[in-house]
């Protein structure tokens, strides 16, 4: 890696500085998952990394900058969703597994991300465009493999040739979001996660293929 990372004045980072940025982006990720985005300061990175602010000014620009960069190596591991349907078949039964390791691949997504998808969450509502594009890319990552799934199947005849593709995959992509970031208050609606995966598979199948699943 030596070479591939700078410091913020463009200096390149030997092998031990490279160790502390990770470290200082480690700690960062720790302090999201159990303090507000708002309540993290650099001091309170640096001093968990064993390390000074000074340092952390070495490698970013703020807090918001370590975070950034964060969710986008998030981002891009999200390409891996795609995969959870290539090659995949809607038909029979072998579409409803099809829909049920959808379903838990996006899920598990979701709850090892939890922390710094909020934050992006939080960026993108209140407008900032590098959270909203970082959003987009994640949820894409999934859409653009869904709507290909739909417009097959419409093309061999097999669901109404008036569905918009697009339009189905959104609608779905945006649904497993929207859940999976209420994962955790799944209880106070009186659902069990072992009821709510099975559920969400249930609608991306009538979703994607119209039809009941054969299970």
Known sequence: MTGQVRTVDGRVAGRR???TRQKL??????????SPYRDVKVIDVARRA??????????????EGAVL?????????????????????????????TAQE?????????????????????????????????????LNSVNSSLAGSVAELQSKGRIDK???PAAIAGALVAMLAAVASHQKAASSWGVKQAELKPSLALLVH?????????K
């Open 162 to 164: 008036d569905v918009n």
């Open 50 to 63: 064993g390390t000074s602010p000074a340092t952390f000014y070495q490698y970013f620009p703020d807090v």
């Open 102 to 138: 959808l379903v838990d691949g996006f899920l598990e997504f979701w709850r090892k991300n939890d922390a710094i998808l909020r934050v992006v969450d939080l960026g993108a509502a209140e407008g900032d465009k590098r959270f909203s594009k970082l959003r987009t890319k994640i």
């Open 69 to 97: 960069e964060i969710a986008e190596r998030m981002a891009a591991e999200s390409a891996g969703l795609a995969g959870l349907l290539e090659g995949r078949s809607w038909a029979g039964r072998a579409g409803w597994q």
């Open 17 to 19: 500085g490279q160790a």
């Open 25 to 34: 982006l480690d700690c960062l990720s720790e302090m999201l998952s159990s």
């Open 206 to 214: 009538l979703g994607v293929t119209g039809r009941k699943p054969t």
